[in-house]
């Protein structure tokens, strides 16, 4: 990769995850650095994109929305600027959950039955029986995100969801090991198992350090059979194709009792410091996290060019 190019690792962003996200800006831009690339730090802070002149690629770590939504990625290729990443339709399918659940059912990608739940004019009950999961459809991160398994929670879950739009996802509560997996340039990374100490994979159990609360054990490879492992990275990277994810992405899976996979969505800009849920994995297939970043700058720069 030329050492010349100027690469703006774009972090921050105006959403809900811009705490998370200069983490990962901060890591990504050190890490270049530590490969002898010439890159350079853009704090976003609003919905236009200021970049230093001269620039050759960026790369985008904003996540959720804008940055993750296909917003920024349309910015960036009207201003001829090459992006890592997901493109523009890619990223937009997959950051919205209905969307992208119709596009998993349609290529027959195991995932949870589902009820999209209309609260335009109020938050209303689903018809689908408890306990089930309540999501925002275009959040992440698990923002907004409930477990209910009572009648009682039920109400306060979808008034909480519809806080962020319209449309309220509400899924089939699938019990079991919670588990993600990366892909890099339809490369199948280890499956991780995730092992919140308490509750599920909420907001405080993915960043405890954002609110000196909850906490997380991770385990990669995940403690698996090569059969179950098979299955799971066959449903994920299922899932990466049939979004047409480019370049990388980390899909979010659910494993039953009985061992069958479910997949929840995929993630286009997935959390990017050393010890973040895709490089953890990568470092178990062998890739160390700044040849993991070169490798997304060179593949996407190949993408773009």
């Known amino acids: 990769m030329d050492k010349q190019l100027l690469i703006a690792v774009l972090m921050g962003g105006p959403g809900s995850e811009r705490e998370v996200s200069l983490a990962s800006g901060k890591a990504v831009l050190e890490a270049l650095q530590g490969e002898g690339l010439n890159a350079v730090g853009v704090d976003v802070t609003t919905r236009e994109i200021n970049l230093p002149e001269g620039t050759g690629l960026c790369f985008n770590v904003i996540h959720g929305t804008f940055g993750e939504d296909g917003d920024m990625q349309q910015i960036l290729e009207d201003m001829g600027v090459p992006y890592t990443g997901a493109g523009i339709e890619s990223s937009r399918l997959a950051f919205d959950k209905v969307a992208s659940k119709a596009v998993f059912v349609d290529n027959n990608v195991p995932t949870p039955v589902s009820e999209i739940v209309d609260c335009s004019a109020g938050a209303k009950l689903p018809e689908m029986p408890l306990p089930y999961v309540v999501k925002p459809p275009r959040e992440g991160s698990s923002v907004g995100v409930h477990i209910v398994q009572t009648e009682e929670e039920a109400m306060s879950a979808m008034e909480d969801a519809a806080k962020y739009g319209d449309e309220v996802l509400v899924e089939q509560f ?90 929840l969505e995929a993630n286009t800009i997935p959390g990017m410091t050393a010890s973040s849920l895709l490089p953890k994995a990568a470092k178990a297939a062998g890739y160390e996290f700044g040849p993991l970043c070169q490798k997304i700058a060179e593949l996407s720069l190949a993408e773009r060019s």
């Open 174 to 263: 699938v019990q079991g090991k919670e588990l993600t997996v990366g892909v890099l340039a339809d490369e199948v990374l280890p499956v991780i198992h995730i092992a919140p100490r308490s509750g599920f994979y909420d907001m405080n159990n993915k960043y405890p350090w954002l609110n000196n609360d909850g906490g997380t054990d991770y385990y990669c490879p995940a403690d698996l059979s090569e059969d179950i492992t098979k299955k799971v990275q066959d449903a994920a990277l299922a899932a990466h194709r049939a979004l047409g994810c480019e370049i990388y992405s980390r899909v979010d899976v659910l494993l039953d009792f009985d061992g069958n996979p479910y997949v």
